[in-house]
């Protein structure tokens, strides 16, 4: 069955750059069927977007979010990344890696499912 | 951006009985290729990730027990737990994937009273 895992630092300090991985296994990163996603939720919050990627390259980004992210995929290592700089408190969160499910004309947008056990990134000086 | 409500923000409700949680946005989420509305519901117990229940607004993900349904269509969705079990005390997420950028309700705590 398919997992995932998120890994990074724990705590990241302001202004400095956010980068964390996600491992899937039990499937492969270069399926057809799928996007790969990352969310946040600060604590005690709800949940919020942050972006997509298929394995090719594409990706779809939070326009509140985008001048500071980017996915990137390394196929080899069934691995996606996530990059957020220039972060600040407001950045805090437990961030999450999802498969995101492709259907015809979905262009990133989709559910998520399964989603890994999210990793608390702390940003703090 | 698609503003996603959800209502009430926390519900209480007895073992073995109906529970029912309410999510509107702030249009319509109908994808009209295949005539279905664009909503997902997630479940999320305290120190876990949330788990799809529901996507496409009422098509239940392999797994999911049968007391979750989802319905409605067009701005209104709900989802309703047909008898409330222990193990379903959580926080209730929609999440709408018509259009970017995706987009949250603010979630639903349900507990046992």
């Known amino acids: 069955q398919l997992q995932l895992q998120e890994s990074g630092p724990g705590l990241v300090k302001p202004s400095e750059t956010l980068s964390l991985t996600c491992t899937v296994s039990g499937g492969s990163i270069s399926s057809s069927d799928s996007y790969w996603g990352w969310i946040r939720q600060p604590p005690g919050k709800g949940l919020e977007w942050i972006g997509t990627?298929?394995?090719?390259?594409?990706?779809y980004y939070n326009p509140s979010l985008k001048s500071r992210v980017t996915m990137s995929v390394d196929t080899s290592k069934n691995q996606f990344s996530l990059k957020l700089t220039s972060v600040t408190a407001a950045d805090t969160a437990v961030y999450y890696c999802?498969?995101?499910?492709?259907?015809?004309?979905?262009?990133?947008?989709?559910?998520?499912?399964?989603w890994g056990q999210g990793t608390l990134v702390t940003v703090s000086s | 951006d698609i503003v996603m409500t959800q209502s009430p923000d926390s519900l209480a409700v007895s073992l073995g009985e109906r529970a029912t949680i309410n999510c509107k946005s702030s249009q319509s989420v109908l994808y009209s290729s295949n005539n279905k509305n664009s909503l997902a519901w997630y479940q999320q117990k305290p120190g876990q990730p949330p788990k799809v229940l529901i996507y496409w607004a009422s098509t239940r993900e392999s797994g999911v027990p049968d007391r979750f349904s989802g319905s409605g269509s067009g701005t209104d969705f709900t989802l309703t737990i047909s008898s409330l079990q222990a193990e379903d005390v959580a926080v209730y997420y929609c999440?709408?994937?018509?259009?970017?950028?995706?987009?949250f309700g603010q979630g639903t705590r349900l507990e046992i009273k």
């Open positions: 999440q709408q994937y018509y259009s970017s950028p995706l987009t």
């Open positions: 999802a498969r995101v499910p492709l259907y015809s004309g979905s262009f990133g947008k989709s559910w998520f499912g399964p």
């Open positions: 990627m298929f394995y090719s390259g594409s990706t």
